[in-house]
T-cell receptor
Framework: NAGVTQTPKFQVLKTGQSMTLQCAQDMNHNSMYWYRQDPGMGLRLIYYSASEGTTDKGEVPNGYNVSRLNKREFSLRLESAAPSQTSVYFC?????????????FGPGTRLTVL | SQELEQSPQSLIVQEGKNLTINCTSSKTLYGLYWYKQKYGEGLIFLMMLQKGGEEKSHEKITAKLDEKKQQSSLHITASQPSHAGIYLCGALLTTSGTYKYIFGTGTRLKVLA
């Protein structure tokens, strides 16, 4: 039981390049989330997926797209990276039943856009 | 402006000292979560509080939610270097009938040996 896994752990991109951040959870959770964490800003929600087949915008969706590939996987894509997207990205999944309603986080992806 | 305010932003304490971190909202919270983040790593779930007046403890960490469910405190007793890290509060609240998760900006704790 690995929990929430993210790849890659680190990435450096040039402005305009594209990339996809991968996230997978093995806890059979329905809901999954993508956040970015910036100094002094806390965690901000980019996109979320309440269940397989659905995705919705969060607080800061511009410049990103997501895909809920199946129940386990939720990917985040940067089509044309910008320096403002330099951040630490966290994926999370949420347990709603069988215990306290809480989110479990992956280890994060540190992205630098030059 | 932040919907969830955390204070202090940073804290340096001597090993063995007690400390308190606060998390405040102007809205009623439907769930209040405390996480710990070690530098450069992901968030680790510590505790969740749901009921007004609820208090939970785990080892030397105690979290409380006030009766109005708008403020929570995290108290560490006899701090140790292993307590160092960033503590974040997160909350579930509703806006126009939609539930959403929000997070505070974090409190950076350093414990001096």
């Amino acid at each position: 039981n690995a929990g929430v896994t993210q790849t890659p752990k680190f990435q450096v991109l040039k402005t305009g390049q594209s990339m996809t951040l991968q996230c997978a959870q093995d806890m059979n959770h329905n809901s999954m989330y993508w956040y970015r964490q910036d100094p002094g800003m806390g965690l901000r929600l980019i996109y979320y997926s309440a269940s397989e087949g659905t995705t919705d915008k969060g607080e800061v969706p511009n410049g990103y797209n997501v895909s809920r590939l199946n129940k386990r996987e939720f990917s985040l894509r940067l089509e044309s990276a910008a320096p403002s997207q330099t951040s630490v990205y966290f994926c999370a999944s949420r347990r709603l039943a069988g215990g306290p309603d809480t989110q479990y986080f992956g280890p994060g992806t540190r992205l630098t856009v030059l | 402006s932040q919907e969830l305010e955390q204070s202090p932003q940073s804290l340096i304490v001597q090993e063995g000292k007690n400390l308190t971190i606060n998390c405040t909202s102007s809205k009623t919270l439907y769930g209040l979560y405390w996480y710990k983040q070690k530098y450069g790593e992901g968030l680790i779930f510590l505790m969740m509080l749901q009921k007004g007046g609820e208090e939970k403890s785990h080892e030397k960490i105690t979290a409380k939610l006030d009766e109005k469910k708008q403020q929570s405190s995290l108290h560490i007793t006899a701090s140790q270097p292993s307590h160092a890290g960033i503590y974040l509060c997160g909350a579930l609240l509703t806006t126009s009938g939609t539930y959403k998760y929000i997070f505070g900006t974090g409190t950076r704790l350093k414990v001096l040996a």
